[in-house]
């Protein structure tokens, strides 16, 4: 495939990976860990998809962060979810991996088996579009993801309001990375020394929004593309950031995120969604300003407004360690519950629910001595 | 000399309408009017012909062509019915047939079953029924015996089959999936993932415009051809459900055994890759019905693979993988990347991803 298989070359790889091995070798501290946060899922996915962990020395470890929206929905809005689905007359509308998501009673999946109409969908325009097919029905699309889904939503509800449609509304959940990345830096347990920056929301918000990591964190960041090429590419920068006492905004996927973001996506967002004061996050809690919510010129479109919904805050299982796992404490098989009472099948924690999340990865990817011998 | 059978003259009942109704399920002249306009028209040969509630088979004939039955049975549901490729009643005649192909036998008689919802129209079972007469004809299976039911609209999505075969093991072949030995080949018999990806694209809700077949295909002959050339092999398995990533686990278990299998190997068309790729879909998982898994010893490993690409449906056979001692129960793949990643079990279904 065109733009895919370069990115994917295994002598180029191997290359790659000799020259971050000098790299991290030539940086001084010895052996001491050098962190990396990827934050992103997508790049979660891809690490252990291509097994680039395996290129990589010893003295760098990937700390796999909380950029995969599907696992910090807290339970309670799954609950949410549900309760709107189990409406009489509504077709609940989704993305596919958001299915699987246990709420406190049931997931989406179980519910459509109850009977619920829940259908999926590729794009909000899909939802839209069964709202025109059937006036007699409520559409509600489950508005989920970062600033990399939120601009298609926005730009649904404008649609919607251009055609005067009114059997459709978005249950918004879009979060916002920002302040999640900022809530995670100012924990006074976190390891991070650099972070590699999730190429999808910054091909919409651009570069700027990551200036505070440099300049107040004194952490590197470059903004990564998700082949693994790129991960091992954007790995190399980072080093060479640390090894020359650098701190910067640095773009490896500037082939799709320019440095100014995407300038109809951001109008779009700010036409639609206005901040909420806080949002919960699985794993992480409540955190100010991470999560929006649709302007009241849009109320119309708003589910949470035409629908009588739980809003329960569900709290995590006590046992689950996500917390520490998202702030590079403790490695997922470190923790209590990994691979026992928290597996694919039954996932007690966020960060086993998607193939995004990194306890998923790990439990899917990784090799069962890997696990063991890293724990032991 | 035998003296010649004279069967009963059957006069075939005809279908006056255009819509199954329940009616048609109900015991009297409109189902039989169905079974024989639609079903027995389609199946016509000589052990269906006199209409007994039961097929009989020659022992004889079964016993010179070999020393043990194999006997399978398919349920088959597919939504659509009609896909780039084929049809649910090819799929339940290839499907049948090829589970019967990887134990060794040679397939020879099929059970079929048909339940209808009512409303389904009579052309679109006439279709069908077409499809599995010509799909037995060209794979030189009959379809000797079967049975009809007609549910309310709604208790069933317009069409299910099921489908049941009957086949002879020839003496001295044995395969088996508890079979498989380090130092062992992996082999595939050609391009992987097409009947998932052409079943996904032709349900259309992923607006994806693309023309992806399925590979749906009759194996015995092909398994004929590469037992013949290559005694050595252990094991066979179509990838269906799942994929060849649930045929290699299995394997891997029932043989205590690890599996690696290597990514730059595994076959697959551009458009597959593609259409797995804007989904976040694994190809590994997605479902043939046209590919067996084969594991070969490693003596004949060119063997088999030089009999798999000799035939039509073997062109693109590969090499994927090898047998190993590490991890017995696991398999794990090198990427493209050189690194290596566990290939498990799915979970639930593969959902398509977010972003």
């Known amino acids: ?128 579009a069964l709202a025109r097919a059937h006036p007699d029905r409520e559409v509600v699309f489950f508005g989920l993801g970062f600033e990399t889904t939120m601009p298609a939503t926005a730009l649904t509800i404008l649609q919607a309001d251009r055609e005067a449609i009114d059997n459709f509304t978005v249950f918004c959940n879009h979060i916002t990375i920002i302040p999640t990345i900022k809530a995670i830096l100012d924990s006074p347990d976190v390891r991070i020394d650099a972070f590699l920056g999730p190429g999808h929301v910054s091909m919409v918000i651009g570069s700027a929004p990551y200036d505070f990591i440099a300049r107040h964190y004194r952490r590197p960041l470059v903004i990564a593309g998700f082949e693994p090429l790129d991960v091992l590419q954007s790995i190399w920068m980072v080093l060479k950031q640390i090894k020359e006492g650098r701190c910067e905004i640095e773009n490896q996927y500037a082939r799709v995120a320019a440095a100014g973001g995407n300038v109809a996506a951001l109008q779009a967002i700010a036409r639609v969604y206005e901040l909420r004061p806080f949002f919960e996050w699985r794993g992480l809690g409540s955190i100010d300003h991470s999560g929006v919510r649709l302007r009241p010129e849009y ?34 098989w470190q923790c209590k519950v990994f691979g026992t009472s928290c597996t694919p099948q039954t996932p007690a924690g966020a960060l086993m629910v998607s193939s995004e999340g990194a306890c998923a990865a790990y439990y899917q990817y990784s090799s069962a001595k890997q696990r063991t011998g890293a724990r032991g | 000399m035998g003296k010649t059978h004279i069967r009963p003259q059957r006069v075939l009942g005809k279908l006056q309408v255009a819509t199954v109704t329940l009616a048609h399920g109900g015991g009297g002249k409109a189902m039989k009017d169905l079974i024989d306009d639609v079903f027995v028209a389609a199946f ?77 129209s009579v052309e679109l079972l006439r279709k069908v029924a077409q499809s599995m007469a010509h799909s037995a004809q060209l794979a030189g299976v009959r379809i000797v015996t079967g049975d009809t039911k007609v549910v309310p609209r709604g208790a069933c999505d317009k069409l299910f089959i099921t489908a049941s075969g009957l086949g002879v093991i020839p003496k001295g072949v ?89 990514e730059a190997q595994c ?25 067996l898994v084969a594991i070969v010893a490693p003596e004949d490993a060119d063997a088999a693979l030089t009999a798999l690409q000799a035939h039509p449906l073997g062109a693109e056979a590969r090499i994927v993988g090898r047998v190993t001692e590490l991890e017995p129960g696991r398999v794990v793949m090198r990427t493209l990347l050189g690194g290596h990643r566990i290939v498990d079990m799915l979970v639930g279904e593969q959902l398509p991803r977010i972003c």
């Open chain 1, 1 to 128: 495939m065109k733009y895919v298989d370069e990115f994917r070359d295994r002598d180029k790889a191997a290359a790659l990976a000799t020259e971050i091995e000098k790299l991290a070798c030539s940086i001084e501290g010895g052996s001491t860990p050098i962190h990396i946060m990827e934050v992103c899922g997508g790049h979660t996915h891809s690490i252990f998809r291509y097994g680039v962990e395996e290129l990589l020395p010893a003295r760098i470890e990937l700390i796999h962060g909380p950029g995969c929206p599907v696992c910090v929905l807290p339970m309670g809005r799954v609950d949410d979810c549900v309760a709107i689905a189990e409406q009489p007359n509504v077709i609940f509308t989704t993305f596919g991996d958001a299915m699987r998501v246990p709420g406190s009673r049931k997931s989406l999946m179980q519910a459509r088996a109850e009977g619920a109409d829940v259908r999926m969908v590729y794009s909000p325009m899909d939802a839209l």
């Open chain 1, 299 to 332: 109320a119309r479109f708003d589910a949470e407004r035409r629908y009588a919904i739980p809003n329960a805050r569900i709290a995590d299982p006590k046992a689950c360690q996500c917390g520490e796992v998202l702030k590079g404490v403790l490695k997922p």
């Open chain 2, 44 to 120: 016509d040969n000589s052990d269906l012909a006199p209409m007994e509630d039961q097929a009989r088979l020659d022992l004889g004939m079964l016993a010179a062509a070999g020393d043990r039955l194999a006997f399978t049975t398919d349920a088959v549901v597919v939504d659509p019915l009609f896909f780039p490729g084929g049809d649910i009643g090819k799929l339940a005649v290839c499907g049948t047939i090829n589970d019967l192909a990887v134990g060794g036998a040679i397939p020879l008689y099929l059970s079929c079953a048909a339940i209808i919802e009512e409303g389904t």
């Open chain 2, 174 to 262: 044995q395969l088996n999936a508890h079979a498989a030995r380090p130092g062992d080949v992996v082999l595939v018999n050609g391009l992987l993932g097409e009947h998932g990806a052409a079943i996904l694209a032709a349900r259309g809700e992923m607006a994806l415009d693309c023309t992806i077949e399925s590979d749906c295909a009759p194996l015995h002959e092909l398994v004929a051809a590469l037992l013949a050339r290559a005694p050595g092999v252990r094991c066979l398995r179509d990838a269906t459900r799942g994929g060849i990533a649930t045929v290699l686990n299995e394997i891997a278990q029932a043989s205590h055994v690890g599996i690696e299998i290597d």
């Open chain 2, 267 to 291: 076959p697959m068309r551009e458009q597959v890759r593609g259409f797995c790729e804007i989904l976040g879909l694994d190809p590994l998982y997605l479902a043939n019905e046209g590919k």
